[in-house]
C-alpha cells in the first residue's frame, strides 16, 4: 500500500527535510505541500534541491488543504499544530515537529512557553525505554526537539541504568545555524555566523530544558535537574552535545560502557561508537544516524558523553518519519537508509 | 542479480563517495575494499560515515584482491590504474577515477601528466552526445575529472549547436577542497582554508585544461580551445563553474536557452533551470545532480553559463555508479536517486 | 591638529569598518556617528567589536547632525549622498562610499542605476594614472566599489602599458558576504551561504560593470569592454578577482612583469607578488592591503590576473580613509598600518 | 629607547602572531626571525600576512640566533625551551609561549605531560588578582595556555569573591583550528573541520586541565577541581569558553555581577558586557580583547559565565605582548589597540 502524505511548512527547512526523506520513501506519495508567504510558488523556487518535486505548487496551510491524506506532518511554528490536529479525523497519522504537543506538565509548559498547555501526545524518540511501543500504531506523534532528541540519547542509558546522579547534570551544546530556522534576523546573516561561535539562551531559560528533563526523569524514574547552554556554531546542519553528570557510588567505566552497548547495539540509527572513537557531526551530516561516545573522568567524578547528530534529520525530520513509519506498522528504517554525507 | 564489487582507494575521498552511493545501491554488494597505508584497519576508522561498513577491514591494493569480483572501482593516485588493470580479466568492469585513460591524445597527455600515455577508455559523460551508447556494455570506463564533468555540462550544448566561437572561450571555477583529497598540505588545513579563497595551477597549466578541450572539441567538430583557471573555496565540497564563450554569429539568447532544453529536458541528472534561478552547489551537494543556467551578455557579446555539481558525486563517484549502470545494462539511476542535502 | 569626524551609516558594515580604522587614527577624532532605525541606542549594541567606542550614541542620519566636523563619511544607501553633500559646507571633505559620484558618464549612471545622474566626484584610488594628485586636497571624493578597486589595481598596469586587448576581457570575482551589507534577505542566511557558492548578476547587468569599464577605458586611453561575473562565496569578507585578457601582438611575460612592478614597487599598499606566490583573500582580511600576481597563457594568448583584497577595507573604508589622508595632506597610510589577521 | 626583539617559532601561528603584533609595536624592532624546517627561506613565502617583513630571512632557531637581543619570545613545541632559555644571560627577557614553566605542582606537570619538571616563571595573565605586579621587571614570562587565559578571566572574579563552590565546576569550550597549529593532521584537513563539530581531549586529560585548576586554586585559596572537555570548532580562531559552577550559599546575581564589574572595569582588555548582551567570538578576533558574560540558572543553582577570546591573541601572542609591556614598565597597551575585525 501506498501512504499518502501531506506537508505542511514546506518552505522551511524542516519541512523541507521531511520532504527530501519522503522522496525516498518507497511507501509514500507526496500529495499537498503547504506553506504560507508562498502559497502559489512552484516548490523548486524555496526547496531547489528536491529536483523531483520542483513543479509541486505550495498550497496554503488550511486545515482543508491538509486534509484526504493519511498522514500530515505539521512543520508550523509553535502555537499552530493544535488547532489544525483537531481539524483532522483521529484515524489520520499527525505528526507534529512543533513543541505543543511534547511537554507531560501544564506547569512546565506554562513557564517555559507562556501559553495554555494542550496536553502530551506519544514522544517520537523510539530508542527511549519503553517509547517504541506506544509509537506503534499511534495516531499522533510530538517529534522531539532537536537538542532534546540529541542529548536524551546521549544520557538516557546512563540514568536507566542509575549510574549518575540527578543533580548537576550540566550539558553544554553547538548547533548548526538550521535549528534556528529560515527567520531573517542579523545574527544569522552569514556574515555574521561564519567564523565564530556564540551562546544564547543561557541561564537556564532555553525552551528545550524541561523537555530534556522530563525524558531523563521519566527513564531515571526520580526528578532530574540540568544545567543547559546551547551554543550556535558556524555550520549549517549538526549538533555536538557535550553532557556530564556526576557518578552514583560504584559506578564503573565498564559498567557504563556495558548500559550503552546492551541499549543501542541493536538499534539502526543509534550508535556507541568503538573506544577511541568521537562523534563528529559531519559524519551524520544528512543521515538519520546519532553517534555516542563516553568517558569517565575519575578525578572530577563524572561521565561525559557527546553525542552527534543532524538537528534537521534525525533531531527533526528523520525522527518524524521513523515515528511515523511504526506508527504506520512499517519497517522502522524505510526512507531513512541515508549515510552521512562526508566530508 | 547482484553484482559483487571491489573498491580500491577506500580510504580516500573518491573511494568513500563510491561507497557511500553503492551502499544504498539495490544490485550491488561491496566485496573487497582496499587502501595501502591504512590495510588491516576496520573502514569504519577511516570512514566514520559509512555505518553499515564500519566493521570491513581494509585490504591491501594488489591486483589479487580485487581479482574476482565482477566490477572494479580504482579511486588511486594518477599513473597507478593502467598496470592494476592489466592484470584483472578482460570481463571484469573496470571503473578509473583517474586521469590515465582520459585523453585521446598522447601528446595532450606527455605535456600535462608528463609520462607514457597509456590510451583512452570510454569517457563516463553520457550526457554528451553520443556518448551514453558508448558506455553501454562497456569494460573499461575512464571517469571525467571533476572540472571536466561540470564544466562541459556547462558547455557542450552550446558548442554542439554551433552557436558559439571555439577561440577565447575563459572557465573559472571553484572547488571545495575535497577535490584535493587527503592529502596533508598546509594550505589545505583547516586554518588556511576557512575565511579565504585563493586560485592554483593559473595560466592553463591545470591537468584538467585539454581534457575540457577534448571534450568541447569532440562536441563542436573543431579544436576549442580555453583559458581555465580554477580556485579553491572555503568548501568541503562542490564546483561553481562560469563559463563564458563570444557568441557565434546569429546566435540569440532563446536559440540558446532552446539548444540547452533539447539537450537536457529528458536527463535525468542535468537540469536548465527555469529563467531567473541560478546554480548554487549547496543544492546538489551529496547528489548526482548538476544544475545549469545561462544569460547572454549583448554589450559583451557572450555567453555565460553557470553550471553546480558534487565534486565526489557527479564529479567523480556518481557519475563512476551512473556509467557502472550503463556499462552493466541496470537503469542508469540506480542507487543515485538521492537530493541535495541542504542547506 | 586632530580633525573631527563623523560617520554616517555607523551601524552598518561599511560604516563599521570606517570606525575601526579610524579608531587607531592618530590625527582624528570621532565626532558623531548616524544611522537610521537604531538612532538612540548605543554603538556597542550594534559594533560590539568597537570597544572603546562602546558608549558612543548613535544619532539621527540628518545634515544637521553630521555638520560642525572637518569631514564626514556617507556610508548611506546608493542615492542618498548627494542631497547630504549638498547640505554640507564645501570646504567639508566629504567621503561617498556609495556609487552615486562615482560615473563620469550619464548614460552609464542612467543604464545601470535607472536615476538622474549626479556628476562624478574625485575618484578615491590613488594608485590608478595620475589619480594621487586629484585626491590631493580635494573636498568631496567618491570611493570605488569594492569590485571596481579589486580588478582596476589587477588590471590598470596591462592596459596603461598597452600589453592587452581591450575586448574580450573576462572578470569572475568572488566575495565575501559582508559586500551585500547588513540586509535581511534569504539567501545571505547563514544556513544558505555556508558551504556553498553561487553566482549573481550575470550576464553583464552587475552595477560595477560600468565602473570598471571607465576605469580600464581610462587608463587604456581607448573603450574597455569587460563581462563580468560576480559570485557569493563563503566567507565573510574578501574579494578574489580573476581577470583575464587577450595578449596586445608582442606582449610577452617579461613585459609584463616589469609593467606591474614600475607601477607597484613603491605603493604602500599594493604588492605584486613574487613568482609563484599568489594572492589569497586571508592574508589580507583586516588590513589596507592588495595583492597581485600574473601570469601568460601561452596556449590562450592570454593574460590571467589575480587579485586580492578586503572588500570592506581598501575596498571600502580603507580607501575611504586613505583618500582622507591624502585630500588632508596627511601621510597616505596614517591608520592604515594594520596587516592581514590570518591564519 | 627601542628593543630589539626575536621571534622564534616565526613559521607557526603563534610566532606569526607576535610578528604582527609587533610590526605595529612602537618601541620594538623585530631583530631575528628563527624557525627550523624553514631556515633560510624568506618570512613571506611562510608568514604572507606580514607584508612589512615579507624579506626578512628566516634564521635556524638556536641560542645563538636568538641571543643580542632584549627580548625572546619561544614560539617551540613543549620541551625545547628550557634548553633555550637557560643560554640566554638572565637579563634578556624571556616569554615562553610553551607550557614547560606554567605548572607549579611538579606532580601535576608529570601526570599531565611526562617528563620532568621545570620550574614556574611569572604567569603572564595580569587580570589575576595580584598577578599584574609579579610580572612587572620580571625577565622570565610562562605565557597562559590559550584555554586557560579565557577560562580563568571568565571564572576568576566568581572564585575570589568566594561565590561559587569548588566542586563540579564544568567547563566545554570550543577552539578554533589554529590552536592546533601548523601541524599536518589528517582531522585538521580543511575538508574534515568545514562544517562540522568534534570533541577531543574527553575525561579530563587535556593538558590544560591542571593549569585551569592551579589559577583557579589559587585565586580561590582552596582546591579547585574542573571537568574540562575540548571542542573544535569550524573556524580559523576564536575560543568560546561556557563555564559553570555551582553557587555558594548565599551568592546572589547582583553580587555576582558587582563582583565582576569591580574586578574588570578597569581593566583595558578584559570586558564584562552590558546586561542582555552576550560574548560572540567574532567581536574579538585579531584584537587582545577577552568579553564576558555571566547568568545565574536558578533552577540549577549555578552560575554560568561564558567569555570569549581569539586564541592566538589574548590566548597567545597577545598576552606575550602585554606581559612583555609590563616586564619592561611600558605602557601596557601598546602595540595591542587592535580592534576585532569583524564581521
Not at 154 to 169: H, I, M, N, R, S
Not at 223 to 236: E, K, N, Y
Not at 296 to 315: F, H, M, P, Q, Y
Amino acid at each position: 500500500m501506498t501512504y499518502s502524505i501531506a506537508v505542511s511548512g514546506a518552505s522551511g527547512y524542516a519541512g523541507g527535510e521531511v520532504l527530501r526523506l519522503l522522496a525516498g520513501h518507497p511507501e509514500v506519495e507526496i500529495g499537498a505541500v503547504t506553506a504560507h508567504s508562498s502559497a502559489g510558488e512552484a516548490l523548486g523556487s524555496l526547496q531547489p534541491h528536491l529536483r523531483p518535486l520542483a513543479e509541486k505548487t505550495i498550497l496554503e496551510t488550511t486545515a482543508e488543504n491538509l486534509a484526504g491524506h493519511d498522514v500530515v506532518f505539521l512543520a508550523l511554528p509553535h502555537g499552530a499544530s493544535g488547532e489544525i490536529a483537531a481539524q483532522l479525523p483521529e484515524d489520520v497519522l499527525v505528526i507534529d515537529a512543533a513543541a505543543d504537543h511534547r511537554l507531560e506538565s501544564a506547569a512546565a509548559w506554562e513557564a517555559f512557553y507562556g501559553s495554555a498547555h494542550q496536553g502530551a501526545w506519544p514522544y517520537g524518540l523510539p530508542e527511549l525505554p519503553g517509547q517504541r511501543e506506544k509509537l506503534t500504531g499511534s495516531r499522533r506523534i510530538a517529534v522531539p526537539g532537536c537538542y532534546p532528541a540529541t542529548i536524551l540519547l546521549g544520557l538516557a542509558p546512563a540514568f536507566a541504568a542509575g549510574l549518575v546522579e540527578p543533580t548537576d547534570v550540566v550539558v553544554v551544546a553547538a548547533t548548526g545555524t538550521s535549528g534556528a530556522g529560515k527567520s531573517l534576523k542579523p545574527h544569522l546573516l552569514g556574515s555574521e555566523v561564519m567564523g565564530g561561535m556564540s551562546p544564547y539562551g543561557v541561564g537556564g531559560v532555553h525552551r528545550h530544558t524541561p523537555e530534556i528533563e522530563q525524558g531523563l526523569s521519566t527513564v531515571a524514574g526520580t526528578g532530574v535537574q540540568i544545567s543547559f547552554t546551547p551554543t550556535l556554531a558556524p555550520m549549517a546542519r549538526g549538533i555536538l552535545a557535550t553532557s556530564t553528570a556526576r557518578l552514583a557510588d560504584g559506578a564503573t567505566a565498564s559498567a557504563l560502557r556495558e548500559a550503552y552497548a546492551a541499549r543501542y547495539d541493536d538499534e539502526p540509527f543509534v550508535h556507541l561508537l568503538p573506544e577511541g572513537q568521537w562523534p563528529a557531526t559531519k559524519h551524520v551530516i544528512g543521515s538519520n544516524h546519532v553517534t555516542v561516545q563516553l568517558a569517565v573522568d575519575e578525578r572530577a567524578g563524572r561521565l561525559i558523553v557527546v553525542s552527534a547528530s543532524d538537528n534537521l534529520t534525525k533531531g527533526t525530520a528523520g525522527g518524524a518519519v521513523q515515528s511515523m513509519n511504526l506508527a504506520l506498522g512499517l519497517d522502522e528504517t524505510l526512507g531513512l537508509n541515508l549515510l552521512g554525507v562526508s566530508p
